[in-house]
C-alpha cells in the first residue's frame, strides 16, 4: 500500500533505517555529501513536526512493516524534486515504479508541473523511474577539488542587473534543446533556475562566452559552470582566479554535463578530480487549469 506520511511512522522509519537501505536518490544538498542518509530523520516527517509544511513523503508499507519511501521538496514555481527513494536492493522495480507514479499523480493534485530526479549511473532504480514515467535527459560527472590557490589573472566581472537577457543567450548557445526543454525554454523559466551565489562573467565582442556560479547549499561549496566555444586553458585561468578569490578554504563541488567537456578538462588542471557520474531524469506533469469560459451578454 501506498500512502503518506503518519505521526505514527517514526518507529517504522527506524526500523527502515537500521536496515541500511541507501537514498538512490542526489538532490543538490546531498551531492558530495557521504551517504549517510538518515542522521536527519526527522525531516522526513516535516509535515507533522512544523507548521511549514513544505516536503511531500510518501510510504510503501506492505503490511507489516515500511518497504521504501519518496520524499520531494519544492523549487522555483510548480517544481519539485526528489530529495529521498530509499528502496530495498531487493525490492520489486514494479513497486517502486508504482511509488514514483503515484508521486506523480500527488504532484498533479498540488499544481506541480514537474518532478525533476538525479540517481547515480548505475542505480538499481533507474529502470523503475523509467516505467514511471521519468525520462533522462542529462548525464553529468561531479567534480570534487581545491581549495584553489593559484596567481591567476581574470578579465571577467560580477554579475550585474540587465544581465539576464544575455546569459540566457550564452544558455541557449550552449545547452542542448532536450536539455532546455527539461528545464527552462523561456527567461521567465531560467530565472527560476539561476539566481545567487558569486557569479562571474567573461565576454567577447560584448557578448557573455563563460559564466561561473559558486553558492553555498547546506554548508557546500558549489560550482555552476556553463561556457561557449572557449579553449580549455582559458576556461582554467578565469575558473582559477574566480576560486582563488571566491572559494575561501573550503573544497568546492561541481556538477559537468557531458556536453561541456572543455569545462571537465580545465577542472581537471585545477586539480579536480571525478567524485561519480549521474543522470538526471524529469517527469513532466498533466496539470489541471481553470479554463475561462466565454458568456454571452444581453446588449
Given at each position: 500500500m501506498i500512502?503518506?506520511v503518519?505521526?505514527?511512522?517514526l518507529?517504522?522509519?527506524?526500523?527502515?533505517?537500521?536496515?541500511?537501505?541507501?537514498?538512490?536518490?542526489y538532490?543538490?544538498?546531498?551531492?558530495?555529501?557521504?551517504?549517510?542518509?538518515?542522521t536527519d530523520?526527522?525531516?522526513?516527517?516535516?509535515?507533522?513536526?512544523?507548521?511549514?509544511?513544505?516536503?511531500?513523503?510518501?510510504?510503501?508499507?506492505?503490511?507489516d512493516?515500511?518497504?521504501?519511501?519518496?520524499?520531494?521538496?519544492?523549487?522555483?514555481?510548480?517544481y519539485?524534486e526528489?530529495?529521498?527513494?530509499?528502496?530495498p536492493?531487493d525490492?520489486?522495480?514494479?513497486?517502486?515504479?508504482?511509488?514514483?507514479?503515484?508521486?506523480?499523480?500527488?504532484?498533479?493534485?498540488?499544481?506541480v508541473?514537474?518532478?525533476?530526479?538525479?540517481?547515480?549511473?548505475?542505480?538499481?532504480?533507474?529502470?523503475?523511474?523509467?516505467?514511471?514515467?521519468?525520462?533522462?535527459?542529462?548525464?553529468?560527472?561531479?567534480?570534487?577539488?581545491?581549495?584553489?590557490?593559484?596567481?591567476?589573472?581574470?578579465?571577467?566581472?560580477?554579475?550585474?542587473?540587465?544581465?539576464?537577457?544575455?546569459?540566457?543567450r550564452?544558455?541557449c548557445?550552449?545547452?542542448?534543446?532536450?536539455?532546455?526543454?527539461?528545464?527552462?525554454?523561456?527567461?521567465?523559466?531560467?530565472?527560476?533556475?539561476?539566481r545567487?551565489?558569486?557569479?562571474?562573467?567573461?565576454?567577447?565582442a560584448?557578448?557573455?562566452?563563460?559564466?561561473?556560479?559558486?553558492?553555498?547549499?547546506?554548508?557546500?561549496?558549489?560550482?555552476?559552470?556553463?561556457?561557449?566555444d572557449?579553449?580549455?586553458?582559458?576556461?582554467?585561468?578565469?575558473?582559477?582566479?574566480?576560486?582563488?578569490?571566491?572559494?575561501g578554504?573550503?573544497?568546492?563541488?561541481?556538477?559537468?554535463?557531458?556536453y561541456?567537456?572543455?569545462?571537465?578538462?580545465a577542472?581537471?588542471a585545477?586539480?579536480?578530480?571525478p567524485?561519480?557520474?549521474?543522470?538526471?531524469?524529469?517527469?513532466?506533469?498533466?496539470?489541471?487549469v481553470?479554463?475561462?469560459?466565454?458568456?454571452?451578454v444581453?446588449?
Amino acid at each position: 500500500m501506498i500512502r503518506p506520511v503518519r505521526p505514527t511512522d517514526l518507529v517504522g522509519l527506524a526500523a527502515l533505517q537500521r536496515r541500511g537501505y541507501p537514498n538512490e536518490a542526489y538532490g543538490r544538498r546531498a551531492l558530495g555529501r557521504e551517504r549517510d542518509d538518515w542522521t536527519d530523520l526527522l525531516r522526513v516527517l516535516n509535515p507533522l513536526v512544523s507548521f511549514e509544511i513544505r516536503r511531500h513523503t510518501l510510504l510503501f508499507d506492505d503490511g507489516d512493516r515500511l518497504m521504501g519511501l519518496v520524499s520531494t521538496l519544492p523549487f522555483g514555481r510548480g517544481y519539485w524534486e526528489v530529495d529521498r527513494l530509499v528502496w530495498p536492493p531487493d525490492g520489486r522495480p514494479q513497486d517502486c515504479a508504482e511509488l514514483l507514479r503515484r508521486l506523480g499523480l500527488d504532484a498533479a493534485e498540488h499544481g506541480v508541473e514537474r518532478i525533476y530526479l538525479r540517481l547515480a549511473s548505475d542505480s538499481p532504480v533507474l529502470g523503475a523511474a523509467r516505467s514511471a514515467g521519468f525520462i533522462p535527459y542529462r548525464t553529468e560527472t561531479l567534480y570534487r577539488g581545491g581549495p584553489v590557490r593559484l596567481q591567476m589573472e581574470s578579465s571577467g566581472r560580477p554579475r550585474r542587473r540587465g544581465d539576464d537577457l544575455a546569459l540566457f543567450r550564452l544558455y541557449c548557445r550552449v545547452v542542448p534543446l532536450t536539455v532546455r526543454q527539461a528545464e527552462a525554454m523561456t527567461l521567465t523559466e531560467w530565472r527560476q533556475w539561476f539566481r545567487g551565489g558569486r557569479q562571474l562573467i567573461v565576454e567577447e565582442a560584448g557578448e557573455p562566452v563563460l559564466w561561473a556560479r559558486l553558492g553555498t547549499v547546506e554548508d557546500q561549496l558549489q560550482l555552476a559552470v556553463e561556457a561557449g566555444d572557449l579553449p580549455a586553458p582559458v576556461i582554467t585561468r578565469h575558473l582559477g582566479a574566480f576560486l582563488s578569490r571566491h572559494g575561501g578554504k573550503k573544497a568546492v563541488i561541481g556538477l559537468v554535463a557531458d556536453y561541456q567537456p572543455h569545462v571537465a578538462a580545465a577542472l581537471e588542471a585545477l586539480g579536480f578530480g571525478p567524485a561519480g557520474q549521474f543522470v538526471s531524469l524529469v517527469r513532466h506533469q498533466t496539470v489541471r487549469v481553470e479554463a475561462k469560459k466565454l458568456v454571452p451578454v444581453r446588449a
